[in-house]
């Protein structure tokens, strides 16, 4: 029960097998402390989950810092030994960004790099291992995105690129223009888009390992109450039985058992849920039940 790490592409960086994700370590949910950030990376570490999923607009703009500082309560040896993946381009409207009007998505080359060296700054770290274009900008010039990852890559600031949520195509014109290691996206048995509308198709060809953000669906898995979330989560509860793991565990395990070996993103603030998502390394589910589970998911059988 280890979280080795594994690369993301042929020319990627090496991330653990499970990656935690902040989100919700902040502002944004648990609200925690420095000294419990510190704890919680601290764990993170100890258990082999040594890369951290991020993004500038976490709890507004200020986890990146509240984590930064934590980390630096660690001693510098740790930076060597962890992965620290950021995104940029989403503006959102906050008290912390006033010159804000307008929700919007700015993927310049001016924007992307001065966020870049904010987040460099906030994580008190002289380099990125991977920076992501958080969302698709109808705006974007792949030229000046490609144009702004050089500069980054040069200076020595980051090490590696990729996208989260873009479409097939989206990717390809920027992928024409720099080298792309990875497409973060949503999928889990309510969300299925990735496996069927090409997402996971282009990963496979260009031998790219997607990220997963809310493998376990989010709060709506845990919390949702309409008929499909109830066959789901029964329908969970029984093939985790059979195997002697958790709900959050299986689903873990059908999130990786794509071929092409999908990363998840895990977005749990507990300790024990952290541990207990390496159980779903040794889970393999049988074909059958995972087609179970996403026909539980979908609400209808594949033809
Ligand atoms: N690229 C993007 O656009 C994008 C978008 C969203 C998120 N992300 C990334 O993905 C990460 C994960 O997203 P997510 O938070 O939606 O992921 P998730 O892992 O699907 O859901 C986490 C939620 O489920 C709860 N949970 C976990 N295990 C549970 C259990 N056994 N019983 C009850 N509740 C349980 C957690 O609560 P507790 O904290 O109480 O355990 C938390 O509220 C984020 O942190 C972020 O890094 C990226």
């Not at 994580?123 to 030229?143: N, S």
């Not at 479409?167 to 990735?194: A, I, Y």
């Not at 090409?198 to 109450?225: A, I, N």
């Not at 008929?227 to 395990?253: N, S, Y």
Request: net charge negative.
């Amino acid at each position: 029960m280890n979280a080795a790490q594994r690369t993301l592409s042929p020319d990627g960086p090496q991330l653990s097998e499970i990656v935690a994700g902040t989100m919700t370590w902040g502002e944004w949910g648990a609200d925690y402390n420095t000294t419990t950030i510190a704890d919680l990376i601290g764990h993170c570490l100890d258990v082999g989950i040594t890369s951290f999923d991020h993004a500038d607009i976490y709890g507004s703009y200020t986890t990146e810092e509240a984590f930064g500082k934590a980390l630096h309560q660690h001693s510098s040896s740790v930076r060597d030994q962890i992965q620290l993946v950021t995104k940029c381009g989403i503006q959102l409207i906050t008290s912390h960004r006033p010159n804000t009007r307008v929700a919007h998505y700015n993927s310049s080359r001016k924007h992307i790099v001065a966020s870049a060296e904010r987040s460099l700054r906030n994580l008190w770290t002289d380099y990125l291992d991977l920076l992501l274009i958080h969302r698709p900008d109808p705006l974007m010039d792949p030229a000046e995105v490609a144009a702004a990852f050089d500069d980054l890559r040069t200076s020595g600031k980051v090490r590696h690129f990729g996208v989260s949520n873009f479409t097939p195509s989206q990717f390809d014109l920027l992928q024409g223009h720099t080298e792309l290691v990875t497409n973060q996206v949503e999928c889990h048995p309510l969300h299925t888009d990735p496996l069927f509308d090409g997402t996971y198709d282009q990963c496979q060809r260009h031998s790219l390992r997607p990220m997963v953000w809310s493998p376990l669906g989010g709060s709506e898995y845990f919390k949702g109450e309409g008929t499909k979330v109830l066959r789901l989560r029964d329908k969970v509860k029984e093939i985790g039985k059979d195997h002697g793991v958790t709900e959050d565990v299986v689903l873990l395990a059908w999130c990786r058992q794509h071929p092409t070996r999908p990363i998840p993103v895990i977005g749990t603030t507990k300790k024990d849920r952290i541990t207990q998502s390496l159980r779903a390394l040794d889970v393999e589910l049988g074909r059958q039940e995972w087609f179970e589970i996403l026909e539980a998911g979908r609400g209808h059988q594949v033809a």
